[in-house]
């Protein structure tokens, strides 16, 4: 087990699914981030059974960064109770692991 998730979002448009990744690349509290378009989400949402296009953000970070990866996307998300889902990376790449490491080192941070 390593000490790295991968997080699921959801987004409704293109524009929110850049603005959200960049900010968070930025931040440093992700090295990368997809975006996967094309996702049709089925839900249940106050009562009623929804069908919505979305885009996928698909997150690559340390664990110990999700608390405030997680505030920021709760803070600069267009969605009342956006879906943010971390899962743990068992194993990888270790040259890949370790990029991701640099990329989000704190110390670093501009």
Not at 77 to 83: A, C, F, I, R, V
Request: charged letters at 25%; aromatic letters at 6%.
């Amino acid at each position: 087990m390593t000490d790295k998730i991968v997080v699921y979002c959801t987004c409704p448009t293109a524009e929110d699914a850049q603005r959200l990744a960049s900010a968070l690349v930025e931040q440093r509290l992700a090295a990368c981030v997809n975006i996967v378009s094309g996702v049709l989400s089925v839900y249940r949402w106050q009562g009623a059974v929804e069908n919505s296009p979305e885009l996928m953000l698909i997150i690559k970070t340390r664990r110990e960064h999700f608390p405030a990866l997680r505030a920021a996307l709760e803070r600069l998300h267009p969605y009342e109770l956006p879906e943010i889902i971390a899962l743990p990376v068992v194993d990888g790449s270790p040259g890949y692991l370790d990029w991701l490491d640099k990329e989000t080192d704190l110390s670093h941070a501009e």
